[in-house]
């Protein structure tokens, strides 16, 4: 008999309430060695409360943690050897340079690469020698992955790594965690972006009022919706648009309209959208604009929660 293999992540039950508010409720997860897990949901969600639990930095009221086969109660030392961590906002002092940040972070660990492979690693090169406090935005995000992957760890948890970046930034972040990806290390990402969910990772569980409501592959949980396809319009009309004869259209599945925009979810695609035309014009619907697109992770938590994800 074989041991089963362990986990990078486990939590079995997990609750914390504070003075007003229980922000995880009964959680379970569980998180593969080697794979990018993405945790998502709208502020409030419970996310961040339950990536601190794991991290070791707030206490659970009740529940189970285990982090690489290791507990908090018993092998923080261990554990803070073994974890990267990169926050949403890292602080850092804009008086250093890059290396000596970098260095001051390695000092942290028993063992890992040297400053300068790391600040290679991130694309920091040229600017080594430069006083964080000079640094761009994305330049920042880069030296604090950095210091998150000085100490070689085995897990590393990004929190909202790429808010506020450009396009160009943010996908050379993606580029340097799909190198720590195939060195086989595993990654528990918090994010809003959909995209970026399902560009980074192998699963993602959607998280609302402190429990997961959604767990599974990205194209497992566009599946699970029945919807291949989204129909957005907008347009003028005489009188106001009957929207239930749009639902009546073959192969469209729900309809909702908010704000002068009409959005569909589409099972055939090539089906739905001549009817939908043929229908507009006989009720005197001139189009001001017409979008279709595959149905995305948005959709999935649009239709799990009824809002988007990146509503307050």
Request: charged content about 25%; some cysteine.
């Amino acid at each position: 008999m074989h041991a089963p293999p362990v986990a990078a992540l486990r939590v079995r039950n997990l609750r914390k309430s504070y003075k007003d508010v229980t922000a995880v409720d009964g959680l379970d997860l569980e998180v593969r060695t080697s794979e990018c897990f993405g945790l998502l949901g709208p502020n409030g969600a419970g996310k961040t409360t339950t990536i601190e639990i794991c991290e070791g930095l707030t206490q659970p009221d009740s529940g189970e943690v285990e982090v690489l086969g290791l507990r908090w109660s018993s092998d923080a030392g261990r554990l803070r050897q073994r974890l990267g961590i990169q926050l949403q906002d890292t602080q850092l002092s804009e008086k250093l340079t890059v290396l000596e940040t970098v260095r001051l972070f390695r000092s942290f660990f028993h063992q890992g690469p040297d400053a300068s492979t790391v600040i290679g690693q991130v694309q920091l090169d040229e600017k080594q020698h430069a006083r964080v406090g000079a640094l761009s935005g994305g330049q920042k995000q880069r030296l604090a992955l950095a210091c998150a992957l000085v100490g070689d760890p085995d897990l590393l948890f990004l929190d909202e790594p790429t808010t506020g970046l450009d396009p160009q930034a943010r996908r050379q972040l993606w580029d340097l965690i799909d190198q720590f990806k195939l060195a086989g290390k595993s990654i528990i990402l918090t994010t809003h972006y959909m995209d970026e969910a399902q560009r980074l990772c192998e699963r993602v569980a959607i998280i609302d009022h402190g429990r997961v409501i959604a767990l599974g592959t990205p194209r497992e949980l566009i599946a699970s919706i029945g919807v291949r396809h989204l129909v957005e319009f907008t347009g003028h009309a005489a009188g106001e648009l009957d929207v239930s004869t749009v639902q009546r259209i073959d192969g469209v599945r729900d309809v909702h309209s908010e704000n002068g925009t009409v959005r569909l979810q589409v099972t055939e695609l090539h089906r739905a959208v001549p009817a939908l035309l043929e229908e507009l014009g006989r009720q005197g619907v001139a189009l001001t604009e017409l979008r279709t697109h595959s149905a995305t992770l948005e959709d999935v938590f649009v239709a799990l929660t009824g809002r988007h994800l990146r509503d307050e």
